[in-house]
């Protein structure tokens, strides 16, 4: 069975510093993947996603990238956090490449709270 | 892009039944998701729809109304372990992506 990962699970950075979020895949192979951040008492807001390694589509610009070295591997990056990047972020995962069901499933998310 | 709408909150009793209603505006459309979320944990898949019409699952339920751009869902004999958001989602047609509405916090009262 497929299983995603994310961690950390909570983070606590000053504005200005960077950050590194880490999401990875088990039990499939050439996922979709994507990057959401929810903030408090809000909906889920899609910040990037990848139908491959090397390809990232961004939906939101502001100071936050994201990068897949791997076929099973989203990293989501700043060189310098803002108050407002404060967050739950989600990495997602999807397995259909056509259209079709592909369902998105959800890691355990990582709570940043920027001070 | 998407305008997707449901209730904010909604109330109900253990053991009773509760409808969450959302409506959507889409110029293509290729499925409805509804997500449970519980307070500060990630979403969990409940239910998908593409085609009109009721999908069960167990207490769940989910219909669908293409031409009238609505989605419920229907939550039976209700238990405390049901208190929590459930998300709406809508996907274009000829896309990946998911589009969110802000979701509706069912509160369970004994």
């Known amino acids: 069975s497929q299983t995603i990962h994310q961690w950390p699970a909570t983070l606590v950075q000053p504005v200005g510093s960077p950050l590194s979020l880490e999401c990875t895949v088990e039990g499939t192979s050439n996922p979709n993947l994507y990057w959401y951040r929810q903030a408090a008492g809000r909906g889920l807001q899609l910040l990037f996603y990848?139908?491959?390694?090397?390809?990232i589509s961004s939906e939101v610009p502001q100071n936050l990238s994201a990068s897949r070295p791997q076929d099973r591997q989203f990293i989501l990056s700043s060189k310098k956090l803002l108050l407002s990047d404060s967050g739950f972020y989600l990495c997602a995962w999807s397995g259909v490449k056509r259209e079709g069901t592909d369902t998105q499933y959800f890691g355990p998310g990582t709570r940043l709270t920027v001070l | 892009g998407q305008n997707i709408d449901q209730p904010t909150e909604m109330t109900a009793t253990e053991g009773a039944i509760v409808q969450i209603n959302c409506t959507y505006q889409?110029?293509?459309?290729?499925?409805l998701f509804w997500y449970q979320q519980h307070a500060g944990e990630a979403p969990t898949f409940l239910s998908y729809?593409?085609?009109?019409g009721l999908e069960e699952k167990g207490r769940f339920s989910s219909f669908l109304s293409r031409s009238k751009g609505y989605s419920y869902l229907l939550l039976k004999e209700l238990q405390m372990k049901d208190s929590a958001s459930y998300l709406c989602?809508?996907?274009?047609?000829?896309?990946?992506?998911?589009?969110f509405g802000a979701g509706t916090t069912v509160t369970v009262r004994a």
């Open positions: 990848s139908v491959g390694i090397g390809q």
């Open positions: 989602a809508v996907r274009d047609q000829g896309d990946y992506k998911l589009s």
């Open positions: 889409t110029s293509g459309f290729n499925g």
């Open positions: 729809n593409v085609l009109d």
